[in-house]
């Protein structure tokens, strides 16, 4: 996971064709240059060039794929709310370094609002595999104090659309 705030820090200005461009690909990665031009009344080349614009600024970060994690065999998400022991840069930052070398872990965040300072979701085949990943690794990173978990029941809907 990249911090996006140190990535790229350029200032442009987004139009409306700018913005009906973004949502095109946050809808359909791998449409065409000449299909998105297409959709938002541009020729190719202009098109392109306002793509690579939006790429050069970092306002997109990147292109991805879409995976159904249950039907890659990992049905369990989990969100677990992690304490740690001391806050400090250093404390936290140590912990961020080790939680991203983890897979099954597919967001952190740092979280206001509650008594925890971290939120995780993790997806893992069964308990089993929470467990170990729990036991072995996630309470063994030093600096966490305390973790709380909650099981998914069922994602309503999930949404990376701006």
């Not at 541009?42 to 790429?55: M, Q």
């Not at 979701?121 to 690794?137: G, N, P, S």
């Not at 709380?148 to 949404?159: A, I, K, Q, Y």
């Amino acid at each position: 996971m990249s911090n996006s705030h140190s990535k790229n820090s350029l200032s442009i200005d987004i139009d409306e064709t700018d913005k009906r461009l973004l949502r095109l690909l946050q809808l359909e990665a791998r449409m065409s240059i000449t299909e998105l031009a297409e959709r938002v009344n541009l020729s190719a080349t202009p098109c392109a060039r306002r793509i690579k614009r939006l790429e050069d600024s970092g306002i997109i970060s990147g292109y991805h794929t879409q995976i159904d994690a249950q039907k890659l065999g990992y049905p369990l998400a989990i969100f677990i709310a992690i304490s740690m022991d001391r806050h400090t840069a250093e404390r936290f930052l140590q912990f961020e370094r080790k939680i991203q070398s983890f897979d099954e872990v597919i967001s952190c965040s740092i979280v206001t609002g509650r008594s925890e300072d971290y939120l995780i979701k993790v997806r893992v085949r069964d308990m089993a595999h929470y467990e170990e990943f729990l036991l072995h690794r996630l309470n063994r990173i030093e600096g966490v104090a305390q973790v709380h978990t909650s099981f998914e029941l069922r994602e309503v809907f999930s949404r990376s659309i701006v």
